[in-house]
């Protein structure tokens, strides 16, 4: 384990590490030597609960609905083979995404976001 995470004992979950303060904490805002976000001084540790340094990495679902020609006698099957399972790429969504966005149009209206889970237990991200 590295200096700047530990248990507080050897039975510890993951969910439960505590993380030190390193001056990679700090901001040039503050010239007091301690995190900027929860404000723990330097060599003791980062509050888990209320710090913006201590993360974890989740897993989020992006639902968008958006209009998009196809040929005029296209079924929903033909439409979803396709998108699904033909040549036509996924990463192709992301240029009708941004043609959306060069229109003048702002994504918040048509899009909405799912948590799915966590991916990680805590981690420490000073910089």
């Not at 040039?28 to 209320?50: I, L, R, S």
């Not at 296209?74 to 399972?85: A, K, M, P, S």
């Not at 009708?96 to 420490?124: A, K, M």
Request: charged share 25%.
């Amino acid at each position: 384990m590295s200096k700047n995470h530990e248990p507080e004992s050897q039975t510890q979950t993951e969910t439960e590490l505590r993380f030190r303060v390193t001056t990679e904490a700090m901001r040039p805002v503050n010239p007091d030597a301690v995190c900027f976000y929860c404000e723990a001084p330097v060599g003791t540790f980062h509050d888990n609960h209320t710090c913006a340094l201590v993360n974890k990495t989740i897993k989020i679902r992006m639902i968008v609905e958006y209009d998009v020609n196809v040929p005029f006698n296209w079924t929903e099957d033909q439409i979803l083979f396709y998108r699904h399972h033909s040549a036509w790429c996924s990463d192709n969504a992301i240029d009708e995404l941004n043609q959306l966005i060069t229109d003048g149009d702002c994504l918040c209206p048509i899009t909405r976001f799912e948590y799915v889970g966590d991916v990680s237990g805590p981690f420490l991200e000073e910089r």
